[in-house]
């Protein structure tokens, strides 16, 4: 790598700013320094995510350097033994105290945030088999019996070390790196061959690949979210993925969809705080605040209340997001049926207990935190 591995992450984390937060800091110091190959990259990404996760314990007087290496020596020491750091010294150093109000912060969960996130990635329907045989280290996930393990789930957590993008897999679009939680989003859409769906909040086309795909690439997919620029990503995506049975539109979310098909089924994968994330991106503990969730509480209710115009009569609205605070998830769902008399809860098919109401913990999945609702219009 030539430069030490703390002089790129110093570099970096110097680049920090407000408005600027680490990954997107990360990638264009990785996009210009065309020194650093695969698994240089991966060690100054790991190098500065770990420098956020362990930031409350390091001395900020000290070089950005040193710092970053006793991060590392603290991870090192955590993931050998994860009962060596107390629960109460990760309550009140690993997370911002406004997150306590919030959410239940056992020491599975505060324990799981330090730990370094796991990799995923989703074959194509049916291919699960030769992807894995093709990249090698790749397992199956485990579930949690609360979960009801999908036919077709064709996750794969990669323990490997190459760079992903550029296998020949990736390439032709055999997988996606997506995470588990993210997949599962997708069965608990479950959408059958034929229909018509929208992925209200489409982003980079994550979801929306993986809808398709489930509907075997027949019937119609509306991708539609505010950003082109992320509609644009996700028409690349699609056409690496063979997708065709799609359209996109760019929706702000403050109307009605912008067509008029009446939907089997309508996804929101809404903005939010992003606190399921915060163990692949430690530093957005530290740039998100409870006003942020308060207005992204408002936001998603606001998006669910326009997108659910769309869904015909005995169709259904899935409402998810990737994070676990009681305002968004919850409460978002609360206000929904007060205020949808026309909607009843549906069981999803990804719950062994047929709940309306998932939330799937990283710490059972090794993935992402994630929430996931559902309901039936009937009338
Ligand atoms: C959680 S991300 C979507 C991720 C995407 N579904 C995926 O799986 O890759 C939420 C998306 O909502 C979009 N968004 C934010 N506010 C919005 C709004 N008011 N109306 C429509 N889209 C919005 C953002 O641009 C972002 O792409």
């Known amino acids: 790598m030539g430069e030490t591995l703390e002089n790129h992450a110093a570099r970096v984390l110097g680049s920090i700013r407000p408005g600027v937060p680490a990954d997107a800091a990360l990638r264009e110091y990785l996009v210009s320094n065309r020194t650093l190959g695969a698994v240089g990259k991966r060690s100054v990404s790991r190098a500065v995510f770990t420098y956020f996760r362990w ?9 950005l350097q040193k710092q970053v290496v006793k991060a590392l020596g603290f991870q ?36 799981q945030l330090q730990r370094e996130p796991a990799l995923w990635i989703r074959a194509k329907l049916g291919g699960a088999g030769a992807v894995g ?14 979960l009801a393990a999908p036919g077709e789930l064709s996750a794969l957590r990669y323990r490997g070390a190459a760079d992903l993008h550029k296998a020949q897999g990736f390439q032709e679009g055999a997988f996606e790196i997506q995470d588990l939680s993210s997949q599962l989003v997708g069965h608990a859409c479950a959408p059958a ?23 075997r690439n027949k019937g119609l997919l509306w991708a539609t979210d505010r950003s082109v620029r992320r509609i644009s990503v996700l028409k690349r995506r699609a056409a690496r993925a063979g997708m065709f049975n799609y359209r996109t539109a760019i929706w ?17 994968d809404a903005p939010c705080s992003g606190v399921g994330t915060w163990q692949r991106n430690p530093h957005a503990r530290w740039t998100t605040s409870i006003d942020d969730v308060r207005e992204l509480t408002a936001v998603q209710g606001a998006l669910l209340g326009h997108a659910a115009r769309s869904v015909k009569p005995g169709g259904r609205l899935v409402y998810s997001v990737c994070t676990t ?25 990804i719950s062994a207990a047929g709940a309306a109401r998932l939330m799937l913990q990283s710490r059972e999945l090794d993935a992402n935190g994630m929430f996931v609702a559902a309901w039936k219009r009937v009338r």
Do not use: Q, Y
């Open 55 to 63: 930031i409350n314990w390091l001395e900020r007087g000290e070089s």
């Open 76 to 111: 090192t020491r955590f993931e050998r033994d994860p009962a060596s750091v107390k629960a109460e010294a990760l309550a009140s150093r690993a997370v911002p105290g406004w997150l306590a109000g919030e959410m239940e912060l056992d020491a599975g969960t505060l324990r």
């Open 133 to 146: 045989t093709a990249l090698g280290s790749c397992d199956p996930p485990v579930l949690p019996s609360s």
């Open 193 to 215: 061959t034929g229909e018509t769906w929208w992925d209200a909040c489409a982003g980079e086309g994550g979801k929306s690949l993986h809808l398709s795909d489930l509907m």
């Open 252 to 268: 702000t979310g403050t109307g009605p969809a912008p067509f008029r098909t009446p939907c089997d089924g309508v996804l929101v």
């Open 325 to 349: 605070t009681r305002s968004e998830t919850a409460s978002v769902a609360e206000g929904f049926e007060a205020s949808h008399p026309g909607f009843e809860p549906a069981p999803l098919p």
